[in-house]
């Protein structure tokens, strides 16, 4: 679905419209997280307004593809995508977090009809996407014209059971799975280098029989392009690798790894709305 | 006696009773289940024989999925299958399956509310000779705490076999635990089961029942010995076949209380947190009752023989019934 440039200012002007919304709930709410849902704005919006089959009026439409959502903290991003895209209604923002909202602090399926799963211990979003795509291929074959987003953290894939899951999609050659991750290079205790290294990481999804392709995950048009590719590769499941910056549009927060799990301040929120609203 | 209405297998106390495990019934109740609805897919970490799921996987081999020895990712994907439609069974032994896994199963099966169907094989001391770290005895104890998680002991092969055909007709996560040896088979195809539902296979001829003994797994075929031994000396004993820890059979439990006035319970698991921990939390606020509970007793197991091992840790013909002395004393 080749992107026009109309179609890419749209989509930026789209993503700083979520990110003023994130910055505003989660400086209401008084908690939660800030980085992740900042710099995953661009593909979210890509996601929701651009690349995947869905219709906000039919969350259980059978057809629609699957977004996985792994690393289930980065919610808000989540949260406020849905909420511009129709799925409920943008004042539902404010409850976030709060007893008897459909926004859980981490998503839960059956608070919030659109959720494919509950997630926020890390680890498990790859293994079900790869469940979700091998049950698909079983009943429709390979050709069945859904596709399964995993989106990841790069800190998440700490976790053993990520490589438990990408040894799985390797085998089964799941040409249906595409994987985007979140390669902020920060976790809560730093710098994912320093915490546990990463890299190199290409070679790693490689060698685990993915095809790669390593983006700027805020440039809409190579986050479109590098999604057409991975549904176009047919015989292996991709791995976007998105380089994006934590935090991304609020400068005096970027690339400070403090920002992983906090929310902003009143007076923070108003630094954070005068660099957006620009 | 024989509760009749059970249709219970009456060769039980004859030394050529059928000996079967509980793993095999699973494995033919599997294929039946298969056959019975295509959305019944199976999954296996590198233990297919040894669960005896090879069986499904020579009839079904396109819903069959090999997962390799990745017990958490085995939770998972099956979580995944399951919220596209399928009813999956997913496979290894209890102790890494719930024991390794315990977490992806409350959060991607349980807090998910997904039909996915653990399989807990090799449960139990009497794994024996593998020693104490693929004993699971915990098992019972960390599904049941789990919202939603029905938990499932079969009694013999031919219980294993249609509480799987049973349990493949749900929408619950499910836990399934079995047994590695050959066992008694003491109930018939013809015997009642339903998911909750305890059985009363024993009760006595004429005289009042003194002491109810409530067990799961196949030591309830021990019990059946003991029954028939105090039965012979006058003393009258009911045995509930409970297998279904969760949700229990509140009702037949505090019947047996009430009626008996003497409680003990039999498991090849840990005392604290199974079945005897059930049992009593129940007693204990509704009908406070003096109880025994038999098992393990907060210690590991070790290598040797079910028979060695089952009597070291008094869950024996010999254990059992001095127990029910015991608590009559």
Same mark, same amino acid.
């Not at chain 1, 996601?47 to 808000?76: E, V």
């Not at chain 1, 934590?246 to 799990?261: F, I, M, N, T």
């Not at chain 2, 897919?41 to 069986?55: G, I, K």
């Given at each position: 679905m080749t992107i026009t440039p109309e179609q890419v200012q749209e989509l930026e002007h789209k993503a700083n419209d979520i990110r003023i919304d994130i910055v505003k709930m989660l400086a209401k709410a008084g908690t939660g997280h800030t980085a992740g849902p900042l710099d995953m704005a661009d593909v979210f919006t890509t996601?929701?307004?651009?690349?995947?089959?869905?219709? +906000?009026?039919? +969350?259980?439409?059978?057809?629609?593809?699957?977004?996985?959502?792994?690393?289930?903290?980065?919610?808000?991003?989540?949260y406020v995508t849905m909420a511009h895209a129709g799925y409920f209604p943008l004042e539902d923002l404010d409850t976030l977090r709060t007893l008897g909202s459909p926004l859980q602090g981490h998503p839960h399926r059956e608070h919030l009809r659109g959720i494919e799963t509950s997630s926020g211990p890390l680890g498990s979003g790859l293994s079900q996407s790869v469940g979700m795509a091998l049950a698909d291929r079983i009943d429709n074959g390979k050709t069945s014209g859904k596709f399964f987003y995993c989106l990841m953290g790069d800190g998440e894939t700490n976790e053993g059971q990520i490589w438990e899951a990408a040894m799985m999609a390797g085998k089964e050659k799941l040409g249906n799975l595409v994987c985007i991750i979140d390669r902020n290079n920060i976790q809560i205790d730093g710098f994912t280098e320093d915490i546990m290294p990463l890299e190199p990481y290409v070679d790693k999804w490689e060698s685990f029989g993915f095809h790669t392709i390593t983006i700027d995950g805020h440039n809409i048009e190579e986050i479109a392009d590098a999604i057409d590719q991975g549904k176009a590769v047919f015989e292996k499941p991709t791995m976007i690798i998105a380089r994006t910056i934590?935090?991304?549009?609020?400068?005096?927060?970027?690339?400070?790894?403090?920002? %992983?799990?906090? +929310?902003?301040?009143?007076?923070e929120l108003q630094v954070a709305l005068n660099s957006l609203e620009k | 006696m024989l509760n009749n209405k059970l249709k219970l297998n009456e060769n039980i106390f004859s030394e050529d009773c059928e000996k079967k495990a509980t793993r095999n019934g699973f494995g033919e109740g599997l294929v039946l289940a298969g056959k019975a609805n295509k959305?019944?897919?199976?999954?296996?970490?590198?233990?297919?024989?040894?669960?005896?799921?090879?069986?499904?996987?020579?009839a079904f081999p396109e819903?069959?999925?090999e997962v390799g020895v990745a017990e958490q990712n085995l939770a998972s994907v099956a979580s995944?299958?399951?919220?596209?439609?399928?009813?999956?069974?997913?496979?290894?032994?209890?102790?890494?399956?719930?024991?390794?896994?315990w977490e992806q199963i409350r959060t991607t099966v349980c807090y998910n509310d997904v039909p996915v169907k653990i399989v807990g094989g090799h449960a139990g001391i009497s794994v024996a000779q593998d020693g104490g770290t693929h004993q699971a005895i915990e098992d019972i104890a960390i599904m049941r705490v789990i919202?939603?998680?029905?938990?499932?002991?079969?009694?013999?092969?031919?219980?294993?076999?249609?509480?799987?055909?049973?349990?493949?007709?749900?929408?619950n996560p499910t836990y399934i635990r079995l047994e590695k040896q050959k066992t008694r088979v003491i109930t018939t195809e013809k015997t009642p089961f339903e998911i909750g539902k305890a059985q009363l296979l024993w009760q006595p001829e004429t005289m009042s029942a003194r002491v109810g003994i409530v067990a799961c797994g196949s030591l !309830?075929?021990?019990?059946?010995?003991?029954?028939?031994?105090?039965?012979?000396?006058? !003393?009258?004993?009911?045995?509930?076949?409970? %297998?279904? !820890?969760k949700p229990l059979d509140n009702k037949a439990v505090l019947e047996l209380a009430k009626e008996t006035e003497h409680i003990v319970t039999v498991e090849e698991h840990q005392r604290a947190g199974g079945l005897g921990s059930a049992v009593a939390e129940l007693l204990g606020e509704e009908q406070p009752t003096k109880m025994k509970r038999l098992g393990v007793d907060d210690v590991f197991g070790e290598s040797g023989t079910a028979e060695e091992l089952l009597e070291k840790h008094g869950l024996d013909f010999e254990g059992i019934k001095t127990a029910v002395e015991n608590i009559l004393r």
């Open positions: 996601l929701y307004f651009h690349a995947m089959k869905h219709n +906000p009026k039919k +969350p259980d439409w059978s057809d629609r593809d699957r977004l996985i959502l792994s690393n289930g903290h980065i919610c808000p991003v989540l934590s935090s991304k549009g609020v400068p005096a927060w970027e690339r400070d790894y403090l920002w %992983h799990g906090k +929310p902003p301040t009143q007076e | 959305d019944v897919v199976a999954l296996c970490c590198d233990l297919t024989e040894s669960v005896r799921m090879h069986h499904f996987k020579e819903r069959f999925i995944g299958m399951a919220a596209m439609g399928k009813i999956p069974f997913a496979a290894s032994y209890a102790m890494f399956n719930p024991g390794r896994n919202p939603r998680m029905e938990v499932i002991v079969p009694a013999d092969a031919v219980q294993a076999s249609v509480a799987t055909q049973a349990i493949a007709k749900t929408d !309830i075929a021990t019990c059946l010995d003991v029954a028939q031994y105090f039965e012979e000396k006058g !003393i009258g004993i009911k045995v509930l076949n409970m %297998h279904t !820890i």
